[in-house]
């Protein structure tokens, strides 16, 4: 009896150990830059009003707007919440930019109003953008450059421009910030692979059909890119940036536009902008059943709330946005009106 009591014992405390040390790792984890979300409130970018909108995140108000300038299109935010890097990409869109911009909005989300620019001249046309774990840099597509430029982000000073080969659209940063993957649609048939320490192009992923959307797993083990032509995304292992898999998307006869994970990596959703669908997927079952919602026109960013139970998608053909409940099976609450034609929205 004795010795039995001895064994839970020392079993209760293994398993404490192994408790303790998950929560040690957990927090040891740099921050995701490819999934950030908060509690303090919720940002905007409404690419065809020109601004950057403030809502309340429960209520879905708007408490305030910037004019950061002609099309913003992307946005950053700091892991410690304070900061917004909106990048202002000019009057057009890709492939037809007349007067590509120059300039990184940067924003203080306590007051929410712009404290500097950052002018990446002679570079033109920032796009995809995202900030690494530490804060300290942010990774800019300027497509009309075809560069990839890393900036400082207490100076400003690009440190570097990297020729990524390829324009540039979208990136994707693995979380240990140790590569970047960039996106270049439809003009250039790969995802160009930039080392961050070295700073050199180091790979180049087959992409025949070009890419759309792209994103990182939590985990850091592949990249999800979407194909520019065909309803799947194809899966890229980083160990050694070559495809691993391709999965259809459902009940979908186009390609879809963006990919993102859920923050605690528990799903996968794409927004398809020509047939207003939203695909969710289960990362551990990738070629199962997947949900598929009708959100409103032309469904672009996806924004996740802190606690995982919500997602909000950007309907940047009808200027609004749709809530929907990630408990248990997806489905979508409501739809509000935000703007005029919103890209991209986050949680901070």
């Given at each position: 009896m004795k010795n039995r009591f001895a064994y839970r014992i020392v079993a209760l405390a293994i398993l404490a150990c192994a408790a303790i040390a998950c929560t040690v790792i957990a927090r040891s984890l740099p921050p995701d830059p490819n999934n950030p979300?908060?509690?303090?409130?919720?940002?905007?970018?409404?690419?065809?009003?020109?601004?950057?909108?403030?809502?309340?995140?429960?209520?879905y108000s708007e408490l305030s707007n910037l004019d950061v300038g002609a099309r913003p299109h992307e946005m950053a935010i700091s892991p410690d919440h304070k900061t917004a890097y909106v990048s202002v990409y000019g009057d057009g869109v890709y492939g037809n930019n007349p007067h590509p911009g120059h300039n990184i909005a940067v924003i203080d989300l306590a007051s929410r109003q712009i404290t500097k620019m950052i002018d990446v001249s002679p570079y033109i046309a920032p796009h995809g953008i995202m900030v690494d774990p530490s804060g300290k840099r942010l990774y800019v597509t300027c497509d009309l450059s075809r560069k990839l430029l890393i900036i400082n982000t207490s100076t400003g000073v690009t440190e570097a421009a990297i020729d990524t080969v390829g324009t540039g659209h979208w990136i994707t940063m693995l979380?240990?910030?140790?590569?970047?993957?960039?996106?270049?649609?439809?003009?250039?048939?790969?995802?160009?692979?930039?080392?961050?320490?070295?700073?050199?192009?180091?790979?180049?992923?087959?992409?025949?059909?070009?890419?759309?959307?792209?994103?990182?797993?939590?985990?850091?083990?592949?990249?999800?890119?979407?194909?520019?032509?065909?309803?799947?995304?194809?899966?890229?292992?980083?160990?050694?940036?070559?495809?691993?898999?391709?999965?259809?998307?459902?009940?979908?006869?186009?390609?879809?536009?963006?990919?993102?994970?859920?923050?605690?990596?528990?799903?996968?959703?794409?927004?398809?902008?020509?047939t207003s669908l939203v695909n969710i997927i289960n990362p551990n079952d990738l070629h199962g059943v997947q949900s598929v919602l009708t959100v409103g026109k032309s469904p672009m960013g996806i924004g996740f709330a802190a606690n995982g139970e919500t997602a909000l998608v950007a309907n940047h053909g009808d200027g609004t946005v749709s809530v929907l409940d990630l408990k248990g099976d997806a489905k979508v609450l409501s739809n509000f009106k935000a703007g005029t034609g919103i890209e991209t929205i986050a949680y901070y």
């Open positions: 979300t908060g509690s303090h409130g919720l940002i905007l970018v409404d690419k065809l009003g020109s601004r950057v909108r403030f809502l309340n995140p429960d209520t979380p240990d910030a140790s590569k970047v993957y960039v996106a270049n649609k439809n003009e250039s048939p790969f995802i160009s692979v930039i080392d961050l320490k070295t700073r050199k192009l180091v790979a180049k992923v087959p992409m025949p059909n070009g890419t759309q959307g792209i994103v990182a797993s939590p985990d850091g083990k592949h990249v999800l890119a979407v194909d520019f032509v065909v309803p799947q995304i194809v899966v890229i292992n980083t160990v050694d940036d070559t495809v691993a898999d391709k999965v259809t998307l459902q009940s979908d006869d186009h390609a879809a536009f963006r990919v993102r994970y859920t923050p605690d990596g528990s799903r996968i959703m794409t927004t398809t902008e020509t």
